[in-house]
C-alpha cells in the first residue's frame, strides 16, 4: 500500500468536483451517499470502477481517502479522472 498527501493525490489523480453541490466536504470533491450523488458513484463503478475511491472514518476518528469502494465506515465517496496502480490511501 503506498500512502500520498492529498496535493500528490489531486496531481497524479485529478479528482473531479461534485457537480451537484459547490460546497462539498473534502475539497469540494465529495459525493455522498444518497441520490443524485450516489447515482453518479454507481455509474462510474459500472463504467470505470478503479476511478472511484472512498472517504473512510477511521475508528480513531480520523479520516483516510482509499481508493476503491466499500460501504463500511463510508462517508462519502471521491471520483478520479485517473486510476491508482495498485492500493492507495491519502491522508490529511
Known sequence: MR????????????????????NADYHGWLLGKENPDYHRVMTF??????QVWTLIEKKDGSRVLSCGF?????IGYVVTQLEPEGV???VD
Open 45 to 50: 463503478m459500472q463504467e470505470t470502477p478503479e
Open 70 to 74: 466499500t460501504t463500511v465506515r463510508a
Open 3 to 22: 500512502t500520498i498527501s492529498q496535493a500528490q493525490f489531486q496531481q497524479d489523480y485529478r479528482p473531479m468536483p461534485n457537480p451537484f453541490n459547490n
Open 88 to 90: 492507495v490511501e491519502v
